[in-house]
């Protein structure tokens, strides 16, 4: 599987990745959420959720915090405007390309 982490920040959230650990990242959001997961419980408990997820849901961060019982915080919903402007500089580039 492939990592997440060797996706190209500017394609975040344009296509999903399987994390190492097997969970689904779709997004900026889910990088900062897993991240976030790991700094509280850690590689082998999100391993763990994944495993007990296997056939009921799909591994997405939201689904794994679930099974851990962790709520993540709404704060992480948020990108920063250092991101948000890299990303609109990415796409002004591809427009003007056309």
């Known amino acids: 599987m492939a990592a997440a982490a060797d996706t190209p920040p500017i394609n975040a959230g344009l296509q999903a990745g399987v994390d190492g650990s097997g969970v689904i990242v779709a997004n900026?959001?889910?990088?900062?959420?897993?991240?976030?997961?790991?700094?509280?419980?850690?590689?082998?408990?999100?391993?763990?959720?994944?495993?007990?997820?296997?056939?009921?849901?799909?591994?997405?961060?939201?689904?794994?915090?679930?099974?851990?019982?962790i709520a993540i915080p709404s704060d992480l919903a948020l990108t920063s405007a250092d991101t948000a402007r890299a990303r609109i500089a990415a796409l002004r580039s591809l427009i003007k390309k056309k």
Request: net charge positive; charged share 30%.
């Open 28 to 69: 900026d959001r889910d990088r900062r959420s897993l991240a976030w997961l790991r700094e509280q419980v850690g590689d082998a408990a999100i391993e763990a959720a994944v495993a007990q997820l296997a056939g009921q849901r799909r591994p997405y961060v939201s689904n794994v915090a679930k099974a851990l019982g």
